[in-house]
T-cell receptor, first 114, second 115 residues
Framework: DVKVTQSSRYLVKRTGEKVFLECVQD?????MFWYRQDPGLGLRLIYF???????EKGDIPEGYSVSREKKERFSLILESASTNQTSMYLC?????????????FGPGTRLTVL | DAKTTQPPSMDCAEGRAANLPCNHS???????VYWYRQIHSQGPQYIIH???NNETNEMASLIITEDRKSSTLILPHATLRDTAVYYC????????????????FGQGTILTVHP
């Protein structure tokens, strides 16, 4: 079974803090994705990566950065957290080569920025 | 990617089959039908996908009409743990285009399984 894990299920941070969200997959997948999910807005793609050290912006990259130093790990960084970044953050991975391969999700991190 | 239409909610008795419909009348020839579900406050879970033929796995069956304009996800023996939001998604099955592989979830169908 594909296993995608995220470092925290729930996180509370203060405005202006730097926030790190970690995602690890154990299936040697090439592609990894970060989404945020908000009521009424559905799933929105923040960043994705198709190889180590490679990253591409998604639809809403502003205020975020990512890091992929190892194949199994994809980190999302909020440089200076703001209240409008309060959301459910979802990491996903897919096999590789083709970005449209089936994506498998982690359990999500519910981030609250006060 | 083509848009999909699903009923906002459905009920099902435990142990009975749950049949979740999805309309995708503008689907293109290279677009697959995917189903995911999301239990409250958890990440989406992949269920099944297909192109033309009916598909079955350990979780569900997917029936796609011959004209591919609609499909039905079947959970053969629903349990209380199947209560979730079910998303039907249509997306291209090969690299290319401008969607860079992102998934787009609509509103989905809230399936409630009753004892």
């Amino acid at each position: 079974d594909v296993k995608v894990t995220q470092s925290s299920r729930y996180l509370v941070k203060r405005t202006g803090e730097k926030v790190f969200l970690e995602c690890v997959q154990d299936m040697d997948h090439e592609n990894m994705f970060w989404y945020r999910q908000d009521p009424g807005l559905g799933l929105r793609l923040i960043y994705f990566s198709y190889d180590v050290k490679m990253k591409e912006k998604g639809d809403i990259p502003e205020g975020y950065s990512v890091s992929r130093e190892k194949k199994e790990r994809f980190s999302l960084i909020l440089e200076s957290a703001s209240t409008n970044q309060t959301s459910m953050y979802l990491c996903a991975s897919s096999l590789g080569g083709d970005l449209t391969d089936t994506q498998y999700f982690g359990p999500g991190t519910r981030l609250t920025v006060l | 990617d083509a848009k999909t239409t699903q009923p906002p909610s459905m009920d099902c008795a435990e142990g009975r089959a749950a049949n979740l419909p999805c309309n995708h009348s503008t689907i293109s020839g290279n677009e697959y039908v995917y189903w995911y579900r999301q239990i409250h406050s958890q990440g989406p879970q992949y269920i099944i996908h297909g192109l033309k033929n009916n598909e079955t796995n350990e979780m569900a069956s997917l029936i796609i009409t011959e004209d591919r304009k609609s499909s039905t996800l079947i959970l053969p023996h629903a349990t209380l743990r199947d209560t979730a939001v079910y998303y039907c998604i249509v997306r291209v099955g090969s690299a290319g285009g401008t969607s860079y592989g992102k998934l787009t979830f609509g509103q989905g169908t809230i399936l409630t399984v009753h004892p």
